[in-house]
């Protein structure tokens, strides 16, 4: 049984913008601690974006703040992560997770940025 779906993943040029969605079932999204991780071919998998499920209390990794915006959607039980000026380094495989003491993950959707 899938519980966390990521969607919005793609090709886009250096410079442009993606959205991305993880929707997840009601009773993982309450009170949870929505995350995206990203893992590019050869590194480890690296802790992107978090926020509560509530919207509130978000953080960015270094390499993104003022580029990526995280963001939820409480009736719709739904984080997004907005990208905007992305670059060739953030192609990687998107992860969404919700841990709320489990870890709930999603299988991932592919961003390829190109140059």
């Known amino acids: 049984q899938v519980r966390v779906v990521e969607s919005g993943g793609g090709y886009v040029q250096a410079g442009g913008s993606l959205r991305l969605s993880c929707v997840t079932a009601a009773y993982i999204f309450s009170g949870a601690r929505m995350r995206w991780f990203r893992q590019a071919p050869g590194k480890e998998r690296e802790l992107v974006a978090g926020?509560?499920?509530?919207?509130?209390?978000?953080n960015y990794t270094e390499s993104v703040k003022g580029r990526f915006t995280i963001s939820t959607d409480i009736p719709r039980n739904t984080v997004y992560l907005q990208m905007n000026d992305v670059k060739p380094d953030d192609t990687a495989v998107y992860y969404c997770?919700?841990?709320?003491?489990?870890?709930?993950w999603g299988r991932g959707t592919q961003v390829t940025v190109s140059s």
């Open positions: 926020i509560n499920s509530d919207g509130r209390d978000s």
């Open positions: 997770n919700a841990f709320t003491g489990l870890n709930y």
